[in-house]
């Protein structure tokens, strides 16, 4: 087998902003493989978060050597971007080389159309009022948080301008307990109806003694299934990235075992094009919350990108991946 990585940006339709920073461009790594004639390609998204760079994450492709397959590849990469777009890639190799899609290996029913979040970016309430409003037409929300007292403002700022849209929140670590029991109540009233990672990974414990009024999502907290027994008592979903599981394998592993714990499931993005969620598709069949608005997000996106429409984002076409 041949491994190439590539950096290849994609420019941000407007300048997207969290609790951690913000940014106009999406720095993808894409990765080919190519075995026999066939070529299976994939895309990680290197986060700072996790101590990802464009530079690190290739030198850990760049690094592998010899004959591997993905269950392999468990044991020769972490958890992380650059397992994710190794994996992806030796999914789609493989479906191109047996003339089926990923989902028939898989032994998954062919992937149907999941309605999205759409992410408004963290600003003030006013601006965030006018995004709100902007895209009151879209079925469900997703509020990112984590700017201190001002997120009350926020949020019914947000509501105010979509009325009738379901909400979710991401707070992106951003919160304190004290900040999280006086912002739960306020989301419970204006009908929010789960909060993603209200508290820092590494302080989530505190949620043991909060009083969880709405549902709480774990991000940060939950990156594969190693990960599942730290949840226990502080959360009641599991968002999964599959630049956090390091690819399909694990990601629909993680699923498997959120659902048999008792938690429901998200299924997640970093800003990225349509070849990094379109395995994320797989995964979200039937997930309390699907999260995969990366493509809606950009300016410019792949060739033959994911189909958005009213039922939701579909699963790729055979040009895409897998």
Known sequence: MEITVTPDIFKLAQVFTIARGSRTEAKVLTVRISDKGVTGWGEC????????????????????????????????????????????ALWDLQAK????????????????????????????????????????????????????EEDVARIEAVRRGAKDARIIVDANEGWTPELYQTLAPVLVRLGVEMVEQPLPAGADDALLELERVLPVCADESCHDSAS?????GKYDMANIKLDKTGGLTEALRLRDASLAAGYKVMVGCMVGSSLAMAPATLVAQGAAV???????????????????????????SVGLWG
């Not at 599942?228 to 226990?232: D, M, R, S, T, V």
């Open 228 to 232: 599942l027994p730290h949840l226990a």
């Open 45 to 88: 998204v290197p986060y700072a978060r996790y101590g990802e760079t464009l530079e690190s994450v290739t030198d850990q492709i760049n690094g592998l050597s010899g004959a591997f397959d993905r269950e392999t590849l468990l044991d020769l990469l972490p958890a992380g971007a650059a397992r994710n777009a190794v994996d992806c």
């Open 290 to 316: 699907t999260d995969l608005d990366g493509p809606l997000l950009l300016a410019q996106d792949r060739p033959e990108p994911l189909f958005f429409d009213e039922f939701g984002v579909h699963g790729p």
């Open 97 to 148: 080389q047996a003339g089926k899609r990923v989902w028939e290996l898989a032994g998954l029913p062919a992937p149907k159309p999941e309605i999205t979040a759409y992410t408004l970016s963290l600003d003030t309430p006013e601006k965030m009022q006018v995004q709100a409003a902007e895209n009151a037409f879209r079925p469900l929300l997703k509020t990112k948080l984590g700017g201190g």
